[in-house]
């Protein structure tokens, strides 16, 4: 079994956002997947399907960005899912727009969401896919919770479908592979 856990804020305000990058990619697994995000358990919207004969679980927390870890521990525990196997998808300022880190550990870098499941299992060996968003010129929180347009709305996209297109090479292969292929380094990111 994995967990796929795509970060972000509930509600019609936060659609669409920066903040809300890990939403948007697994919603957009689920599309290709053929599968709808509507079970309402854990304190979140989940689903799963089989791929490949395994069972693969999608979770879009629904209890605001700093307090994810809960709704990450419930369905955890209730499907006794190793957390080898739980991958969080979140936003990232130090990566910029269409580029995206995958990671084996780590600290939060400031992404409250991450920073909360991390204290909730005291541990920050935890697997993650970073999709950039890029620094605001203008205040942070305006800027995460804002919608990118034009140019910036398009490489934004590209780095939700490159998150999407890593999911599936964890799937289809491993995570190490995954890192191989999608860990690009680009000049305007902030190193690791």
Request: charged share 30%; net charge positive; no cysteine.
């Amino acid at each position: 079994m994995k967990l796929f856990v795509g970060l972000g804020n509930p509600g019609r305000k936060y659609e669409n956002t920066r903040h809300n990058a890990g939403f948007l990619v697994v919603d957009k697994l689920a599309e290709k997947a053929q599968v709808d995000i509507d079970k309402k358990a854990f304190n979140g919207l989940y689903t799963f399907f089989t791929f490949n004969g395994e069972k693969v679980f999608l979770l879009k927390p629904q209890t605001f960005m700093n307090l994810s870890g809960r709704s990450v521990l419930a369905i955890k525990q209730f499907y006794k899912i190793d957390l080898d196997n739980i991958f969080i998808i979140y936003d990232d300022m130090d990566l910029s727009p269409g580029n995206i880190r995958l990671k084996l550990e780590g600290s939060s870098g400031g992404q409250k969401g991450m920073e909360d499941i991390i204290n909730v299992f005291s541990t920050n060996k935890i697997k993650r896919i970073r999709v950039g968003i890029g620094k605001a010129s203008y205040d942070s929180v305006d800027h995460v919770l804002t919608k990118p347009t034009g140019a910036e709305k398009e490489k934004f996209e590209q780095g939700i479908n490159k998150a999407v297109a890593a999911i599936i090479e964890i799937l289809n292969n491993d995570f190490i592979t995954a890192m191989q292929k999608y860990n690009k380094k680009e000049e305007t990111d902030k190193p690791d």
